[in-house]
């Protein structure tokens, strides 16, 4: 069936740093399905981040950037510098047509000052 | 003012115990959901609605009895608790499935000894 995979469970990164989460996905039964990241803040829901519904587009918001990479199966999540607000729980997830979301395992980011 | 409220945020009960959680949303969407998350696994789907008096069975639904009483407010019920269901439940809105963004609640953290 289809699948995310999130490699990371846990990243810790310096203030100002880089910072890149990798994603990965598996989509059988449609060809090309949405993507999104969402991000879940402590002690809050999950937000929409980012998506993409298109194959070679990117998407950014608040810094980061995603692009949807049909040949790799990837979606690589990235901020050029991270700052301590940026300490979450990032959750790649994939849509394929009417159906309901299917989310990764999630990577716990700490950005330490 | 939060869209998606859930209650109560901290449950603890015991094995066999009747739990009912609570979640109301004031976006005037169609759909809800109630996911688990636990660590390793991500957001699992438990049950979805589109409407009030509908119901859809999702990824992980035993154990789990769900009803959407009226368009804003959508409950989840655990009869018999039972260990294995000691999780991070969040509910979430959105206008329709595919790629329409879905709004999260802050989650309830359940407990069951």
């Known amino acids: 069936g289809d699948s995310v995979t999130q490699t990371e469970g846990q990243v810790t990164v310096s203030e100002s740093k880089s910072l890149i989460i990798n994603c990965t996905y598996s989509?059988?039964?449609?060809?090309?399905?949405?993507l999104f990241w969402y991000v879940r803040y402590p002690g809050e829901g999950l937000q929409l981040l980012l998506k993409?519904?298109?194959?070679?587009q990117k998407g950014s918001s608040r810094g980061f950037e995603a692009t949807y990479n049909k040949e790799t199966t990837s979606f690589h999540l990235q901020k050029a510098s991270v700052q301590e607000s940026d300490s979450a729980v990032y959750y790649c997830?994939?849509?394929?047509?009417?159906?309901?979301?299917?989310f990764g395992t999630g990577t716990t980011v700490s950005v330490s000052p | 003012e939060a869209a998606v409220t859930q209650s109560p945020r901290n449950k603890v009960t015991v094995t066999g115990g009747n739990v009912t959680l609570s979640c109301r949303q004031t976006n005037s969407h169609n759909y809800m959901y109630w996911y688990r998350q636990d660590t390793g696994h991500g957001l699992r789907l438990i049950h979805y609605?589109?409407?009030?008096?509908?119901?859809q069975i999702g990824d992980v639904p035993d154990g789990y009895k769900a009803t959407r009483t009226t368009q804003e407010d959508f409950f989840l019920l655990l009869e018999l608790a039972s260990p294995s269901q000691t999780s991070l439940y969040f509910c979430?809105?959105?206008?329709?499935?595919?790629?329409?963004?879905?709004?999260f609640g802050p989650g309830t953290r359940l407990t069951v000894l």
């Open positions: 609605s589109y409407g009030a008096g509908n119901l």
């Open positions: 989509a059988t039964s449609i060809a090309y399905p949405n």
């Open positions: 997830a994939l849509n394929q047509g009417g159906r309901a979301l299917i």
């Open positions: 993409v519904i298109t194959a070679g």
């Open positions: 979430a809105s959105s206008d329709a499935l595919g790629s329409y963004e879905q709004y």
